[in-house]
């Protein structure tokens, strides 16, 4: 977090992220983010759920219409 701090301001810049992103390991972002299949994402949301979440924010990276049809089913 450290390294992560030193190089970031505050807002960011696209460099700073870029420098900074390197220092993000990979199971970091797999614990705080729903990704993936359509299905894999529910139960990641389920998941935060039934951990105490009660207001999950959905932001889609891609297709915005996948991810409102995946939880409007709910």
Known sequence: M???QSILGWPATKEQIQQAKKFVPDDLVERITASGSPDA???KV??????GCTCPILYPLGDARLMIDTFAQN
């Open 2 to 4: 450290k390294q992560i």
């Open 41 to 43: 994402v529910h139960a």
């Open 46 to 51: 389920q998941e935060y759920r039934n951990h």
